[in-house]
């Protein structure tokens, strides 16, 4: 129930930065050379994309996936580990 939550959440403030984005882009203005408003449109342009990534990043689950992945690595480290220290065991008591 938490997590559907977050992801709820996640997706509310994802259609208020796409929304956001989409009302202030046709008004920014990308011509006549490069000053400091320009460069503010681009900065802020390229700074709700970075957030619609990242909750887009959150949605999709990529941090759940990359969790089991890490936890698989994890657990087969484990298992070598103790493996290794069964051989040695082995091999001190025949000796």
């Known amino acids: 129930m938490v ?15 796409l929304s956001m984005l989409v ?3 046709p008004r920014i203005s ?5 000053d400091w408003v320009n460069i503010f449109g681009i900065v802020w342009v390229l700074f709700s994309l970075l957030i619609v990534g990242a ?5 999709l689950g990529v941090d759940e996936e990359k969790k089991r992945a890490l936890e698989a690595v994890r657990r087969a480290k484990l298992r070598q580990w103790e493996m290794k220290l069964l051989d040695k ?5 025949s000796v």
């Open 3 to 17: 997590k559907r939550l977050k992801k709820a959440k996640h997706v509310i403030y994802l259609l208020i930065a």
């Open 23 to 25: 009302i202030a882009l």
């Open 30 to 34: 990308f011509a006549g050379g490069m």
């Open 55 to 59: 909750h887009l990043h959150f949605i």
């Open 89 to 93: 065991q082995e091999r001190s008591k």
